[in-house]
C-alpha cells in the first residue's frame, strides 16, 4: 500500500502563488507516475497535472503556462507550483499516483489517492 499526504493548501489573492506539496510512504517503488488533481463545489474532479518517476511531464491545457509540476525522488515528493492564481482555481487539490508508465487523465486510472488539500483564491 502507498499513502499520499498533501500539504501546502490555503487562502492566497487573486494573482498570487501556492506550492502543495505530496509526500508518498509505504510500498512507493511500486510509484511511477505521481500526479495532482482538483475539484471545485458542485463539479468533478479534473486533471491538472502528472509526472512521471523519470521526469516527463503532462498537463491539462488550460493549467499549463501557469501551473509546474515537479518531483524529488529521493524524498518521494510530488510538487505543484501554481503562479498567477484565479478565483476559478479555488478548489479542493487531490495528490495521485498509479504504478503504470502512462499519462491518464481519469481519476479512475490512479491506484492511490491523498486526502486533499484546500486551495482558496479570492478576488
Not at 515537479?70 to 487539490?93: F, G, I, W
Not at 495528490?95 to 491506484?111: E, H, L, T
Request: with cysteine; glycine share 12%; aromatic share 12%.
Amino acid at each position: 500500500q502507498v499513502q499520499l499526504v498533501e500539504s501546502g493548501g490555503g487562502l492566497v489573492q487573486a494573482g498570487g502563488s501556492l506550492r502543495l506539496a505530496c509526500t508518498a510512504s509505504g510500498h512507493t517503488f511500486s510509484i511511477n507516475v505521481m500526479g495532482w488533481f482538483r475539484q471545485a463545489p458542485g463539479k468533478e474532479r479534473e486533471f491538472v497535472a502528472a509526472i512521471t518517476r523519470a521526469g516527463s511531464t503532462n498537463y491539462a491545457d488550460s493549467k499549463k503556462g501557469r501551473f509546474t509540476i515537479s518531483r524529488d525522488n529521493a524524498k518521494n515528493t510530488v510538487y505543484l507550483q501554481m503562479n498567477s492564481l484565479k478565483p476559478e482555481d479555488t478548489a479542493v487539490y487531490y495528490c495521485a499516483a498509479r504504478g503504470g508508465s502512462n499519462f491518464y487523465i481519469a481519476a479512475y486510472k490512479y491506484d492511490y489517492w491523498g486526502q486533499g488539500t484546500q486551495v482558496t483564491v479570492s478576488s
